[in-house]
């Protein structure tokens, strides 16, 4: 099956991507994460200014087959959530890449951009 997988964003082995935004970052899940995990029923997200750290969970997803950890791909503040997922879960299904992305976060360390996989690498990861 492929999945797919946007050119203009970075990858986490644990199923996030990144997307620059001038001085922030969007987070979310990847289109594969949204297959394996099934119907997501809820989304536990940090708030705004909150701190994440590269590496560390920040938040909880829970689907119909499983509960499961979401990591951060970056360090930084929290500096937008996205809150129809509390009400619209099921956006991270239909739309993974867009509609249905998580957090912003101003990076305090640019350099972990450089840690994580391009698109091409990480199709060849859960291939």
Do not use: C
Not at 16 to 24: A, F, K, M, S
């Amino acid at each position: 099956m492929s999945f797919e997988t946007p050119d203009d964003r970075k990858y986490e082995e644990s199923h996030e991507w990144v997307l620059q935004n001038g001085d922030t970052v969007r987070i979310g899940i990847t289109d594969f994460a949204q297959d394996e995990l099934g119907d997501v029923v809820f989304v536990e997200l940090p708030e705004v200014g909150d701190q994440i750290t590269q590496g560390d969970a920040f938040g909880v997803i829970e689907s119909i087959k499983a509960v499961s950890d979401l990591y951060a791909p970056v360090s930084g503040e929290v500096t937008d959530v996205n809150e129809a997922l509390f009400d619209a879960p099921e956006l991270v299904n239909e739309d993974p890449f867009d509609d249905g992305w998580m957090l912003e976060v101003a990076p305090s360390d640019e350099s972990e951009l450089d840690d994580l996989m391009s698109a091409d690498e990480y199709a060849d990861q859960v291939a």
